[in-house]
């Protein structure tokens, strides 16, 4: 084989496990419920440890939180093998441009971050557990990324929508601080404003696409490395 064809055949095996990439389609818009390298966090088994903290619920009784913190499909899949968590959505927020897609949030260009919309019993789980949960699946420090997807698009946002769950995420950030040796915790901290529900064929990527080379050697990996951290807060079955 020539050397053009050996670069050729390198770069698309790298851009096959730097990216996720998708085709584009409309994002459905979700406006807000209510106003508004580290060691993990302190693991909680259930809503009790957050004893007095309110919850954005909807007319459901559910509540819903949302985290942006590098690649949705990543991301989804963790929150879904939580107990408590009813569904983990894919989509984009944090930006300034209306209906964002995929094509267009990949640019850096919309403001928007990948995210995740979290819908979850309070009774079961508290927002303050799902926080536990967003540190301690990710590189705390890493800015504008999470493992090798770089970019504003992957950068880790929280967003708070009532002052209890901007009080809870500031003080598990400044108990976080203590553990990293003078580095930053890298997240954004925002007010949840609306949420753009993601193309259809992102939604569960992980679970449908278990051959995918992004899927197998980083959304996997990711994974485990969470489940190995949080044996404790896994719904039954999801433990392997």
Request: glycine fraction near 8%.
């Amino acid at each position: 084989m020539n050397k053009s064809l050996c670069l050729t055949a390198a770069v698309t095996l790298l851009a096959s496990l730097t990216a996720c990439d998708r085709p584009p389609a409309a994002a459905e818009p979700h406006a807000a419920k209510a106003p508004g390298p580290a060691a993990p966090p302190a693991q909680a088994d259930t809503a009790d440890a957050e004893a007095g903290a309110p919850d954005a619920e909807s007319t459901d009784g559910k509540a819903r939180a949302y985290f942006a913190s590098g690649c949705f499909w990543c991301v989804e899949a963790i929150y879904e093998s939580i107990k408590g968590v009813d569904e983990s959505i894919s989509g984009y927020a944090g930006g300034h441009t209306k209906n964002p897609t995929y094509e267009a949030s990949n640019t850096g260009q919309t403001g928007h971050a990948e995210a995740v919309e979290i819908i979850y019993d309070p009774e079961v789980v508290g927002f303050g557990t799902l926080v536990d949960v967003y540190f301690g699946s990710q590189n705390v420090t890493q800015v504008n990324g999470q493992g090798p997807d770089h970019g504003s698009q992957y950068r880790s946002i929280i967003f708070f929508q009532n002052d209890g769950e901007k009080k809870i995420i500031d003080e598990k950030i400044a108990s976080l601080t203590k553990t990293l040796n003078g580095e930053k915790v890298a997240a954004e901290v925002m007010p949840f404003e609306k949420f753009w529900q993601g193309e259809d064929y992102h939604q569960n990527y992980e679970r449908l696409h278990p051959d995918n080379p992004y899927v197998r050697n980083v959304s996997v990996p990711r994974l485990k490395r969470f489940k190995a951290k949080f044996p404790k807060l896994l719904k039954k079955g999801a433990e392997h």
